[in-house]
């Protein structure tokens, strides 16, 4: 399988849906993915999504990436200024 370059914690506009695939637009091309990779919801979080392997969390808001050691309860966010929970229930985590 080809890498696509995905970042993990991103958001990308899902095209389609297929049984076990869904057809996403990344950097304005259509990239076919596994749902296995993929956690697909309707709505933007709420909070900071953490991304504890590689250390940093993305905003809910504007989706930029900011690099965490021990994270907090809130972040504000550098980029957009705005201030949102940290989900310290909810990471995202690579398949096996």
Not at 3 to 21: I, K
Not at 67 to 75: D, K, M, S, T, V
């Amino acid at each position: 399988m080809r890498r696509c370059q995905l970042r993990r914690g991103a958001w990308y506009p899902v095209l389609s849906l297929a049984p076990d695939e869904a057809v996403l637009e990344v950097r304005r091309k259509t990239v076919i993915v596994p749902l296995a990779y993929l956690e697909v919801v309707r709505s933007r979080p709420k909070s900071w999504t953490l991304i504890p392997s590689e250390r940093y969390a993305v905003c809910p808001n504007c989706a930029e990436r900011l690099a965490l050691g021990r994270p907090p309860e809130r972040l504000r966010c550098p980029r957009c200024q705005r201030l949102f929970d940290v989900d310290l229930n909810h990471h995202q985590i690579a398949p096996a």
